[in-house]
T-cell receptor
Framework: DTAVSQTPKYLVTQMGNDKSIKCEQNLGHDTMYWYKQDSKKFLKIMFSYNNKELIINETVPNRFSPKSPDKAHLNLHINSLELGDSAVYFC?????????????FGPGTRLTVL | AQSVTQPDIHITVSEGASLELRCNYSYGATPYLFWYVQSPGQGLQLLLKYFSGDTLVQGIKGFEAEFKRSQSSFNLRKPSVHWSDAAEYFCAVDVYGNKLVFGAGTILRVKS
């Protein structure tokens, strides 16, 4: 049983393209997150959604647009991809803030922009 | 601002030796603290967490960590390292109960 899944696992694309990464969790959590891990392995939160509502937006360029169609899904759409967007993107989920909110991570999506 | 410092970028230990990975945090309130492990090309797996109570917490794979408020530390330990423990380890603090701030990670190498 996969708890947090992401598709695709690898994504190679050209600069200027638009791409999406999908995330699904079957843990019954209300809160989902996107993190970016750069080439130096540094992990930083990008967005957080609680019950389909945006609660954290960490000054991410507006080329990045998360979308949560329901509590179990949080997709990340990226417009006009740039070289600097190359990274591993991790989705995570947890119970709502203020509870026992251990975060469960997906396997990651490695995005390479050429 | 909240921050997490892992002073050691790389650590090499012999198989069977003990291990301690250091983590210091900067956070005004009572922290929720975590250690995650990432094997090459893999996602993050939670090793252990501290929310409250006993300051020595046990985790999976024989790891433990001790929360020391006076030192703002949450160091990870294992008495006897196995070759399969080679990975990158991340310490994290939960800020305001809704986002994780990670340290830069410590790469553990195990020599036989």
């Amino acid at each position: 049983d996969t708890a947090v899944s992401q598709t695709p696992k690898y994504l190679v694309t050209q600069m200027g393209n638009d791409k999406s990464i999908k995330c699904e969790q079957n843990l019954g959590h209300d809160t989902m997150y996107w993190y970016k891990q750069d080439s130096k392995k540094f992990l930083k939160i990008m967005f957080s959604y609680n019950n389909k509502e945006l609660i954290i937006n960490e000054t991410v360029p507006n080329r990045f647009s998360p979308k949560s169609p329901d509590k179990a899904h949080l997709n990340l759409h990226i417009n006009s991809l740039e070289l600097g967007d190359s990274a591993v993107y991790f989705c995570a989920s947890s119970h709502p803030p203020g509870t026992n909110n251990e975060q469960f991570f997906g396997p990651g999506t490695r995005l390479t922009v050429l | 601002a909240q921050s997490v410092t892992q002073p050691d970028i790389h650590i090499t230990v012999s198989e069977g030796a003990s291990l301690e990975l250091r983590c210091n945090y900067s956070y005004g309130a009572t922290p929720y603290l975590f250690w995650y492990v990432q094997s090459p090309g893999q996602g993050l797996q939670l090793l252990l967490k501290y929310f409250s109570g006993d300051t020595l917490v046990q985790g999976i794979k024989g790891f433990e960590a001790e929360f020391k408020r006076s030192q703002s530390s949450f160091n990870l330990r294992k008495p006897s390292v196995h070759w399969s423990d080679a990975a990158e380890y991340f310490c994290a603090v939960d800020v305001y109960g809704n986002k994780l701030v990670f340290g830069a990670g410590t790469i553990l190498r195990v020599k036989s």
